[in-house]
């Protein structure tokens, strides 16, 4: 793979042994031409949304330009009931922020906006994995994250190959709930229910 250049690990979101039922949930957040700053706040309001819900999910930057949330489902659902669930959180988040939000697949359709991304939440889709080094001037990490980094002044250069290593041996793996006890989806949806 080295000798291939292929220094960008983009597994999907099941394993062989479960690929009907995905490991994860995922919300993508590209921002088009909006700022980095305002994928941050659209993270930011994306977790108090899930918050709400009663449930746990897992920042990283993309690596790129974006970022990623995650959310664990210990592959309990389908695809099907994984892309409904982060439909549903899309809507809500562009709700918050239609001037600046989108989730139209379409790009010409979105103008400009930031696409808040619920497809991906599909069989054979695949996402940069974390951790991985990305194909980008100074070779940036997708880095997970702890929530309270998820802040005005968090960049995508924060994290590279040349220290992402560093900040794992520090941090440890933060991505691993990810793949541990997963959400209950039926009570998720019955706190929203109940809060509405």
């Known amino acids: 793979m080295a000798s291939l250049g292929c220094i960008e690990m983009n597994p999907w979101h099941s394993r062989v042994e479960s690929e009907d039922y995905p490991d994860w949930c995922i919300i993508d957040l590209d921002p088009g031409n909006n700022s980095f700053e305002d994928v941050i706040k659209a993270a930011r309001i994306t977790k108090d949304i899930l918050d709400n819900f009663g449930v746990d999910s897992y920042p990283k930057t993309s690596g790129s330009t974006g970022i990623h949330i995650y959310i664990p489902l210990a592959a309990e659902y389908t695809y099907d009931q994984s ?114």
Not at 121 to 136: D, F, L
Not at 142 to 150: F, G, K, Y
Request: with cysteine; charged share 25%.
């Open 83 to 196: 892309r409904e669930f982060a439909r549903i959180v899309a809507l809500m988040v562009h709700e918050k922020l239609p001037a600046i939000t989108s989730i139209e697949r379409i790009v010409k359709n979105r103008k400009g906006k930031m696409y808040i991304d619920f497809l991906q939440n599909r069989p054979q889709a695949t996402i940069c994995a974390p951790y991985s080094v990305r194909p980008k001037p100074g070779a940036t990490v997708s880095m997970p994250l702890h929530w309270e980094e998820v802040k005005k002044g968090l960049k995508m250069k924060d994290f590279n190959i040349r220290n992402g290593l560093g900040r794992i041996k520090m941090e440890g793996d933060i991505f691993k709930p990810v793949i541990g006890k997963g959400i209950d989806l039926l009570k998720a949806i019955n706190a929203y229910t109940a809060s509405n």
